[in-house]
């Protein structure tokens, strides 16, 4: 642990949203509902009422308020990372709020969520723990069939459609998409959350869980006619597939080009990608990213993957504020995450096996510091580490701590099968 700084009591027992809010979350959500002329679809849903567990899809802060519309007249009680609500721990607090740190295995929160349930109240889980990249679906934990089965209530889903498109995580907000869908469904009975196996229920939820934003866009005929659609993109494809260059693609306006070999990409107002000139390798955009992990996961299976990059290290051991550590050396490699510093003549060391971490946080141009960075976290500390130079990309960090993760988790499994045998 660093330093002796007060940590966010994560034992505190959260309490149901108070009352006096619940109608200004209303009056916030519904107007932004009706000029997105967002519609929620409902399947399954007749006679279903608190409590339930909600399991929602993550493309942007939108979904928050088109969840709020689709639980109308109830409120709930969200599980959500307690770096959304720097210096608001009150806020967090009041609006029924129950703080994790992202990607950590916490008995408290199942204790949370039981004691919730309890309350009767709704709880809502993003359990993809952090916003899609490129509008597709991300790596979901094989916890969720576990907390289900644990909760033994109604569990229900909501699938948002063509949110990624209106605040993409990687570019300008507010883009001109007028149309958006939304699908809320029962997943499970109370009763089936205990006759069905936790792993039938985690492949279930998986398969609930695909969607893909920008085919949504093309079969939906959406157009986005924004001069800078394709603005921030080389944040995700960070790879050049004519040249095979990383870290050198850069973006601006509708353009998308690799400073390497100059090769040119122009984003349609549909979301699809043309070469200026030859061959277009991805016109659609999720298949450049899948290209991309697919040559992460060569080089892990090489054991070739490493970075070793200096950086500097932000803290937020409670929800008051960021601590600045300073700088430190970030190693990520075939044996995981390994953060070392000193803070005040301190040393400390942080180590993240491949196998703690099934997937990571990251962010980008984030907003304290402007700069790209990746969110590790302990039970006690969640620590902001922003990589210094050009030659290093947070979303090929994320790549590969998945495919680590994912080659761990197989050899782990192959090993067990041995021994039984």
Request: charged share 25%; with cysteine; proline share 4%.
């Amino acid at each position: 642990m660093i330093g002796d700084f007060k940590r966010f009591d994560m034992a505190r027992k959260p309490k149901p949203q108070k009352r006096y809010l619940t109608p200004v979350t209303w009056i916030i959500s519904f107007p932004t509902k009706l000029v997105r002329h967002s519609k929620v679809s409902k399947h399954g849903m007749d006679g279903i009422k608190p409590p339930y567990l909600l399991l929602c899809n993550h493309n942007a802060f939108l979904d928050f308020m088109v969840m709020t519309t689709a639980i109308f007249p109830h409120r709930a009680n969200y599980v959500v990372a307690i770096d959304g609500f720097v210096g608001m721990e009150w806020l967090l607090r009041s609006v029924g709020g129950i703080g994790i740190r992202k990607f950590t295995n916490s008995i408290q929160l199942v204790k949370n969520m039981v004691h919730i349930k309890e309350k009767g109240q709704i709880i809502v889980l993003f359990p993809e723990a952090r916003y899609s990249l490129c509008g597709t679906n991300a790596v979901l934990p094989d916890s969720i069939g576990k907390f289900i089965h644990l909760l033994n209530i109604p569990v229900v889903t909501l699938i948002m459609h063509g949110h990624h498109l209106v605040n993409p995580f990687w570019g300008p907000k507010r883009r001109g998409v007028g149309t958006l869908r939304a699908d809320m469904s029962l997943l499970f009975t109370a009763e089936e959350t205990q006759t069905l196996s936790v792993n039938d229920m985690n492949a279930r939820v998986r398969e609930t869980f695909v969607y893909d934003d920008f085919k949504w866009q093309r079969d939906n005929n959406i157009s986005i006619k924004s001069g800078h659609r394709a603005q921030g993109l080389h944040k995700v494809l960070y790879q050049c597939p004519h040249c095979g260059a990383e870290y050198r693609m850069t973006s601006a306006l509708d353009e998308l080009w690799c400073e390497e070999c100059g090769k040119h990409w122009k984003m349609t107002e549909f979301g699809e990608l043309v070469a200026a000139d030859g061959e277009t390798e991805f016109s659609h955009i999720p298949d450049w990213y899948e290209w991309e992990r697919e040559n992460v996961r060569r080089e892990i299976e090489a054991g070739t993957y490493s970075l070793n990059v200096t950086a500097s290290v932000d803290s937020l051991p409670n929800a008051k504020g960021f601590v600045t550590l300073g700088q430190a050396e970030l190693t990520h490699n075939m044996d995981g995450f390994t953060l070392t510093g000193f803070y005040k003549g301190v040393r400390y060391e942080e180590t993240w096996k491949p196998l703690a971490l099934y997937s990571c946080h990251i962010e980008y141009d984030y907003k304290t510091r402007g700069g790209d960075c990746i969110d590790l976290n302990t039970l006690a500390d969640t620590l902001y580490i922003y990589p210094q130079g050009r030659d290093f990309s947070v979303t090929k960090i994320a790549l590969a701590t998945e495919e680590l993760y994912n080659a761990a988790a197989t050899k782990t499994k192959r090993n067990a099968l041995s021994e039984e045998k």
